[in-house]
Structure formats: C-alpha cells, structure tokens
C-alpha cells in the first residue's frame, strides 16, 4: 500500500522541541520532494518547508525560518520536520505530501490523516 504516515506530534510548552516524521510506505522517499504543510483550526493548510529531490531545503513561512528543520534519511525512507523553540502559533495538525517539485509544485497522492501539535503552557 503506498502511503505516507506522519507521526511524532504532541502538547509541548512554548519553547519547547519536536521531531515529526513522514515515513513513506510501498515507495521509495529518495529522489523525489517532499513537502510539510500545516493547518489550524479556521485557517488553510499552508506548505511550512520542502526538500527536493536533490536535497534542497526550503522554509515557506518566515516565521519557522531559523527554528525548523527538514531532513530526509533514505535508509528509513523517512523525511523529518524538527521544530525548536516552538510558539503557540505553531499550534495545527502537520500533514506531509509527495509535490512535483518545491517552490510552485504540486502535490500529488494522498493526504495521510496528519498529526496534532499542540504548544501551550
């Protein structure tokens, strides 16, 4: 079955520190950009960082710029999203995806059902 799942959410206080992972099932992560995205309550869903295929990474919003780190390790066909010094904006479910490419890509393949992150004291 081809799927992502992504896991490692959590309530955390502000400042504190998570690793959510998008571990990739019946396919291979290598090669190909993946996507983090979020969405809180009442809001979109907005793309918080990529890697590409060649291992470049990009930050989406200036707000997780210098705080959040993308990696991928090929050998768990997993990518990661670390996330330090977190603020209660930070607050939504975090879903990974397959995209065409980062910057203007689009996503394809299924949304997996996401995991909750939750900073508040």
């Known amino acids: 079955q081809v799927q992502l799942v992504e896991s490692g959410g959590g309530l955390v206080q502000p400042g504190g520190s998570l690793r959510l992972s998008c571990a990739a099932s019946?396919?291979?992560?290598?090669?190909?950009?993946i996507g983090w995205f979020r969405q809180a309550p009442g809001k979109e869903r907005e793309q918080v960082a990529c890697?590409?295929?060649?291992?470049?990474?990009?930050y989406s919003l200036e707000s997780v710029k210098g705080r959040f780190t993308i990696s991928r390790d090929n050998v768990k066909n997993t990518v990661f999203l670390r996330m330090n010094n977190l603020k209660p904006e930070d607050t939504a479910v975090y879903y990974c995806?397959?995209?065409?490419?980062?910057?203007?890509?689009?996503?394809?393949?299924?949304w997996g059902q996401g995991t909750q992150v939750t900073v508040s004291s």
């Open positions: 019946g396919f291979s992560l290598d090669g190909r950009a």
């Open positions: 890697i590409s295929s060649s291992d470049s990474k990009t």
């Open positions: 995806a397959t995209k065409s490419r980062c910057g203007d890509g689009f996503v394809y393949g299924s």
